[in-house]
């Protein structure tokens, strides 16, 4: 193409007039004529003002809503033929405008790593520095202050007698809990005794609640046992437990009623209150209510079966029931069970822990899929002075 404006006289290659074209046109590029000017010198070199580009345009006959083909190719290749070479361009202009911004995009992610390797490298520098004008000194043995600790073994959901779906029963509930003690205080002697240990029967001690195999509110229940067996075995069981256990510190014995022992539990609270009654080392709370305090130290704690009062209630019932000693600890705790799975959380200043089971699925929780929960046995550790400081479990 040889163009002839103003008095200048300049030759345009074909491809270059259709990529002018190409760029203008509404079907195609749609850019404007002060972006057609900067393509033009970026890709072709060729330095145009948007007064000559729009005279070029003019002179060939091409506006905004002509086809996008310089006039040669107009001649050149027919209506279809343009048709797919259209798409090709498009397409190939596409896949042009991905790799150029993955190649950016690569850069940008280079650029940002290699700054943060010389950023690593000048920490590492740094620390090297400073540590090699360090002295090297040898290790000093640690002074071991002597530090009181009570254990709050948490008996919560045991459900002795139950019949689980492998169709076990009363004397495998036993032996699981009276194992799981034996091991538990095992663990405790392998670290520093506590000086106390609340044995907390936080309620589904028993399975049953009545002559028939039946919970408090009248739910029927799978066991393999009547109900005066399984209260039996149950004493006896609970007994054997606190025995291990008093053999490394003074015992206390806190019984709570759950939803399917409400009545039984208290005659377990009180046969084992009667058993202990000249114990120097075994002391049980007699009580009858749903909740138990006890004070140690700057601890206050806590212990409910957990279907009752729920969890944000259970701070204001706390302080409202224990005023004094709510005033005088730092460290105040519940520990709850119902649910068979552990859980912590921290309502209004107040520790909420919920104890796992020692239970097994029956054969309805197996059916309706309730077999996920961990069965175990947790102890939870209490500083005097510090309030919480651990805790010790066995599974099964």
């Known amino acids: 193409y040889e163009f002839v404006i103003k008095g200048d006289i300049f030759d345009v290659p074909r491809e270059e007039v259709a990529d002018l074209v190409w760029w203008y046109t509404r079907t195609a590029g749609n850019a404007t004529q002060r972006e057609v000017t900067r393509r033009a010198q970026q890709e072709h070199g060729r330095t145009l003002t948007r007064d000559y580009l729009r005279r070029m345009l003019l002179v060939m006959g091409i506006t905004k809503d002509a086809p996008p083909w310089a006039p040669h190719d107009l001649e050149r290749y027919t209506a279809a033929e343009l048709s797919r070479l259209k798409f090709a361009r498009l397409q190939a202009e596409a896949e042009g405008v991905d790799t150029k911004e993955s190649a950016r995009e690569y850069r940008a992610l280079w650029q940002r790593e290699a700054k943060l390797r010389r950023d690593q490298d000048r920490i590492v520098e740094a620390i090297t520095s400073a540590l090699a004008a360090r002295p090297v000194r040898p290790p000093q043995p640690l002074e071991l202050a002597p530090t009181q600790t009570m ?16 169709g076990a029963g009363l004397e495998h509930s036993v032996e699981v809990m009276v194992n799981a003690v034996r091991k538990l205080a095992g663990r405790l002697a392998s670290m520093q005794v506590p000086e106390r240990i609340v044995v907390a029967v936080g309620g589904d001690y028993l399975h049953i609640d009545q002559s028939a195999p039946m919970t408090t509110a009248g739910t029927l229940q799978d066991v393999s046992a009547s109900s005066a067996e399984i209260l039996a075995a149950g004493i006896d069981a609970l007994v054997s437990c606190v025995d291990v256990l008093a053999q490394l510190a003074h015992v206390d014995v806190m019984v709570i009623p759950g939803n399917h022992d409400r009545i039984l539990a208290y005659a377990v609270m009180h046969a084992v209150a009667r058993h202990y009654r000249t114990s120097e080392r075994v002391e049980v709370d007699v009580h009858s209510n749903t909740r138990a305090y006890i004070r140690y130290g ?3 704690l806590g212990f409910e079966h957990g279907d009752g009062p729920k969890a944000a209630d259970l701070a204001s019932i706390m302080s409202t029931e224990r005023a004094a000693d709510w005033g005088a600890t730092k460290c105040r705790v519940w520990t709850v069970g119902h649910l068979h799975h552990v859980h912590e959380r921290e309502v209004a200043g107040v520790h909420v822990l ?10 309805w929780h197996k059916r309706k899929g309730y077999v996920t929960s961990t069965r175990a046995l947790r102890a939870y550790i209490f500083d005097k002075l510090d309030g919480m400081a651990g805790q010790v479990q066995v599974t099964i």
């Open 354 to 363: 919920q104890a796992p089971s020692l239970a097994g699925a029956d054969a």
């Open 151 to 166: 254990a709050v073994v948490g008996l919560y959901d045991c459900h002795i007698g139950k019949r689980d779906a492998s």
């Open 298 to 300: 700057t601890c206050l």
